[in-house]
């Protein structure tokens, strides 16, 4: 199973979905696509900022793995609906610096949520990925640098021109995407799921 595909079905199962879209008061449908938009950017994001640290990219998660013992993974749903966003912040501003913005709209316009209803559900997203890669990396014996590259590589086959998309959104240099490459939406993204 991919990193994403695991990701999807472990932490966000249709029962966190349901909960997150009571959360951010938007359908179950609007919530699903808007995090098949997100969740491969910030997994994108990761690979990137990991690739950028003396380090690594075992270091890099165990800096952002601001839930030591995992807990979030152990009730995702739990979390969720507590509403807290711990870290959430930290998070985000690591991972997207000052595309964060650019993000949170790139998202909303392709899902269709509102930007505030998409703000709260990278809020509520972000911890639990970093979670859930925290604990990857902890029991896959070659680190999470390899599913990460992983999940690169099955991008790069199953949707080669998302590969365009998040470059976009995660250049710090572009202040906004080229309109022929943000309507290809979550067509490309979406079929990172399957």
Do not use: C, H, W
């Amino acid at each position: 199973m991919g990193l994403l595909d695991g990701l999807m079905s472990n932490a966000f199962n249709d029962q966190v979905v349901g909960y997150l879209s009571n959360q951010i008061g938007a359908s179950k449908s609007q919530t699903q696509s808007a995090l098949g938009s997100l969740l491969p950017i910030l997994l994108n994001s990761v690979s990137k900022q990991g690739s950028t640290q003396s380090s690594g990219l075992g270091s890099f998660v165990s800096l952002l793995d601001l839930d030591k013992d995992g807990s979030i993974l152990d009730d995702v749903a739990g979390f969720v609906l507590s509403g807290k966003q711990t870290n959430a912040g930290s998070i985000l501003g690591s991972l997207l610096g000052g595309n964060q913005q650019q993000v949170q709209g790139y998202v909303s316009d392709d899902s269709g949520l509102s930007s505030q209803a998409t703000g709260k559900l990278m809020e509520l997203a972000a911890p639990v990925v970093m979670s859930y890669l925290g604990r990857q990396n902890k029991q896959s014996s070659s680190g999470i640098g390899d599913l990460l590259g992983g999940f690169l590589g099955d991008m790069s086959q199953k949707a080669p021109q998302s590969s365009s998309v998040i470059d976009q959104l995660l250049d710090d240099k572009k202040t906004t995407v080229d309109n022929d490459i943000a309507k290809l939406g979550s067509s490309l993204l979406g079929s990172l799921f399957g």
